[in-house]
Structure formats: structure tokens, C-alpha cells
């Protein structure tokens, strides 16, 4: 997978797993799992796993008998999550790339991402090979983001981001929030090969306590950060300072509340071909 977004490496995987992990992620990973825990699956893969805290959810909600392999296409990522498990648990962490999964067809039960999918860069491809690798009958479950003005979150941080850039701002905030029409989604998994698809939009009201450690995740935890000192007309530190700035001016002060909306997407290899 060849992206200039696929790259989360260096300070940035400690960055997202404290810092974003959670504010806008451990409440919908929490829902995730939930929703696989009730599809009584045998194998389970998760792609774009990240740091694991989905897989964490996972292991602490499925049954001690499943199998559980949970892949990212970054290593860095994956090193962090290794920290969360003990050596004898039921878990495989793993580098894969979700448009060339190095598995046999039709092997695993459910098939789970979270946040991951908008990252992909060719979507229709990652549902084929998702497809091909779940056994008939076989789910796959993931969450997308809604949009800027569902989330005043990445709003907030993207026109501070932008503020600094009179001409071609880094462009990392447009594709997390940029892939949420769900009848785009709906065809192309239809046009996969899935069916029963169905998507579930889901708001959450988030308390939110640090400004600043919410800013130092947003441009610290992804590759944004790499972006800005790769140009080096601006510190990261000024970002992340106005950002808090910016969160202050928009949530008020703290301890406060934010809204965060995102859909669920399910979908289904038919149990018969034909």
C-alpha cells in the first residue's frame, strides 16, 4: 500500500496511543467490539490494528477459544501494541498490507478495522481482498469518521493547521474525514461481493479534560508532524499550542464536552457463491 499517509513511525505511535487513544478512539473501539463479540466468532482478523486498542478490546471481550491476528501495515505501530498482551495470550500481531492480505481464502470468521479503512488507497481493492479471505457467511465490521462539522474536533484542528500555510496546507486532516457518504461505501462493498450491508451512524458527547495533550496527539500522533518539519517553516510546538488555543475558544474551559460522530459499516460474504 503506497501512501504518503501510511507512514505512523518514529515519536508518532506513543503520541497516538496516549494522547488520541483516549479522546476520540477507546469509545468507539469499546462499541467494535462489542458488535464482533456478538457474531461468536472462531477467527477473528483486525486490519489497521494501529496500537491495539481495539485488540486489547478484543482479547478482553471474545471468547479465550478464538483466535485473534491482528495486523497494521507499520511495524512501529505494532511494536506498541506487542506491550499490551502477555506472551500467553491468544493473539498474533502481525505487518500486512490490507490490499495484498497474505492469507488463504476463506479463512477467518469476522473481519474488523477501526478508523483504518479511509487510509486505504484504493478502497474497492481492500474490500475484494476482504472478502476473499472471510469464510462464506463470514462478516466484515468496521468504523469510519463522519464529517469536519460532525466532529468540530478535526475542524478545529485542521483550520489551525491551515492557518499557518497561505498556499497548499498539509492535506493529513482531509482524508480521515473525507470518506463518510454511506451509499458510496454501501456500492462499493456491494460491488465487492458483500451483502446485507448496513451502516449505523453514532454520536458521542466525549468529556474532555487536556487541551494540551489533545493537541500534542493530533499533531504529534500522525504523520502531520513529519509534514510540517519535512517543510520547516513552522515549529510543531507553535501548532500545538494554538490548537489547545483553538479547542479552548471552541469547547470552553475544562473539564468540558465534545461531540464526535462516526458510522459503522457491516457487510457479509454471501454463504453460497451465486
Request: charged share 25%; hydrophobic share 40%.
Amino acid at each position: 500500500m503506497k501512501s504518503a499517509f501510511a507512514q505512523f513511525d518514529g515519536g508518532i505511535p506513543d503520541n497516538y496511543d496516549e494522547h488520541l487513544g483516549p479522546n476520540i478512539f477507546v469509545d468507539y473501539a469499546a462499541d467494535l467490539a462489542h458488535r464482533v463479540e456478538k457474531l461468536k466468532p472462531q477467527k477473528v482478523l483486525e486490519l489497521a490494528a494501529g496500537t491495539g486498542i481495539v485488540t486489547r478490546l478484543l482479547r478482553d471481550t471474545l471468547d479465550d477459544q478464538c483466535d485473534l491476528t491482528a495486523t497494521d501495515l507499520n511495524d512501529p505501530m505494532i511494536d506498541v501494541a506487542r506491550k499490551k498482551f502477555r506472551d500467553d495470550e491468544r493473539i498474533t500481531l502481525q505487518h500486512a498490507d490490507a490490499l495484498a492480505l497474505p492469507f488463504q481464502d476463506e479463512f477467518f470468521d469476522v473481519i474488523v478495522c477501526q478508523f483504518g479503512v479511509m487510509f486505504f488507497p484504493d478502497k474497492d481493492v481492500s474490500y475484494r481482498q476482504a472478502l476473499r479471505v472471510l469464510r462464506p457467511a463470514g462478516h466484515y465490521v468496521f468504523n469510519v469518521w463522519g464529517s469536519f462539522e460532525a466532529n468540530p474536533f478535526a475542524r478545529v484542528a485542521n483550520e489551525t493547521v491551515t492557518a499557518f500555510y497561505k498556499d497548499d496546507p498539509p492535506g493529513f486532516y482531509q482524508v480521515p474525514f473525507c470518506y463518510h457518504d454511506a451509499e458510496q461505501i454501501t456500492k462499493s462493498l456491494q460491488g465487492a461481493g458483500f451483502t446485507d450491508v448496513t451502516t449505523e451512524v453514532s454520536r458521542i458527547e466525549k468529556p474532555v479534560v487536556d487541551y494540551e495533550g489533545f493537541a500534542q496527539g493530533l499533531v504529534y500522533g500522525n504523520p502531520l508532524v513529519d509534514e510540517i518539519r519535512r517543510r520547516g517553516d513552522v515549529d510543531p510546538e507553535i501548532v500545538k499550542t494554538t490548537m489547545a488555543e483553538n479547542f479552548l475558544k471552541e469547547f470552553g474551559d475544562v473539564p468540558s464536552t465534545m461531540p464526535l460522530q462516526a458510522m459503522f459499516v457491516s457487510g457479509q460474504r454471501p454463504a453460497t457463491a451465486g
